[in-house]
């Protein structure tokens, strides 16, 4: 499956962005869905991930309650909503899909990457 990423730019913190990951050649259903975030100079790190049935899980302890993900599987797309961006939110942004539910946490299990989208939070 192709992943393409959409959405990001540049806002003010406190502001909100919605980010879109479409995907093409094969549909979403029965994959995880999932979000990955590297910022300049770190690794990439696990934003959140929803499976094809609805279970969503969260990384870091800083996006939770500000971040949601969603999907609609009709349309093949997977969603971020980011509320409340603080400047340590910018990064570029990346979506990703596995056929696993399980160590959804780890990259190491995606296999279909979207290329990323750049998300800048200034104060």
């Known amino acids: 499956v192709q992943l393409q990423a959409s959405g990001g730019g540049l806002v003010q913190a406190g502001g909100s962005l919605r980010l879109s990951c479409a995907a093409s050649?094969?549909?979403?259903?029965?994959?995880?869905a999932a979000w990955f975030r590297q910022a300049p100079g770190k690794e990439r790190e696990f934003v959140g991930a929803?499976?094809?049935?609805?279970?969503?899980?969260y990384g870091a302890d800083s996006v939770k309650g500000r971040f949601t993900i969603s999907r609609d599987n009709a349309k093949n797309t997977v969603y971020l909503q980011m509320n409340n961006l603080k400047p340590e939110d910018t990064a570029v942004y990346y979506c990703?899909?596995?056929?696993?539910?399980?160590?959804?946490?780890?990259?190491?299990?995606?296999?279909?990457w979207g290329q990323g989208t750049q998300v800048t939070v200034s104060s």
């Open positions: 990703a899909a596995t056929p696993r539910t399980y160590y959804i946490t780890s990259e190491g299990v995606y296999n279909s």
């Open positions: 050649g094969r549909t979403l259903v029965g994959s995880t």
């Open positions: 929803m499976t094809w049935r609805g279970t969503s899980t």
